[in-house]
C-alpha cells in the first residue's frame, strides 16, 4: 500500500507565501515524477507545475516566476513553494505522484488541500 499525504495549506494575505508538502510512504522504490494541480471553485482542475525523474521542471504561465516545485528523493516529498501569492491562486491544491513499487509504477493522487489568499 501507498499513502500520499498533503500539508502546507491555510489562510495568507496576498503577497505572502505558502509551501506545500506531497509526502508518499508505504510500498515504495522511488518517486518517478510529480505534479501539482487546483481547483477552484466552478473551474475545473488546472496543472500549476510538474517535475520529472531527472529534475525538470514546468509551470503553468499564471504561477512562473512565483511558484517552485521541488523533489527529496531520500523523503519521497515533493514541494511547492508558492510566492507573492495572489487571490486567484485561492484553489484545493492536489498532488499527484508516478511511483514505482516493486512490481509496478502507478499514479497517485493526495487528498488535497486548501490555499486561500485574501486580499
Known amino acids: 500500500q501507498v499513502q500520499l499525504v498533503e500539508s502546507g495549506g491555510g489562510l495568507v494575505q496576498a503577497g505572502g507565501s505558502l509551501r506545500l508538502s506531497c509526502a508518499a510512504s508505504g510500498s515504495i522504490v522511488s518517486i518517478i515524477a510529480g505534479a501539482w494541480y487546483r481547483q477552484a471553485p466552478g473551474k475545473q482542475r488546472e496543472l500549476v507545475a510538474g517535475i520529472t525523474s531527472d529534475g525538470n521542471t514546468d509551470y503553468a504561465y499564471s504561477v512562473k516566476g512565483r511558484f517552485t516545485i521541488a523533489r527529496d528523493n531520500a523523503k519521497n516529498t515533493v514541494y511547492l513553494q508558492m510566492n507573492s501569492l495572489k487571490p486567484e491562486d485561492t484553489a484545493v491544491y492536489y498532488c499527484?505522484?508516478?511511483?514505482?513499487?516493486?512490481?509496478?509504477?502507478?499514479?497517485?493522487w493526495g487528498q488535497g488541500t486548501q490555499v486561500t489568499v485574501s486580499s
Open positions: 499527484n505522484v508516478q511511483i514505482q513499487r516493486p512490481f509496478l509504477s502507478r499514479d497517485y
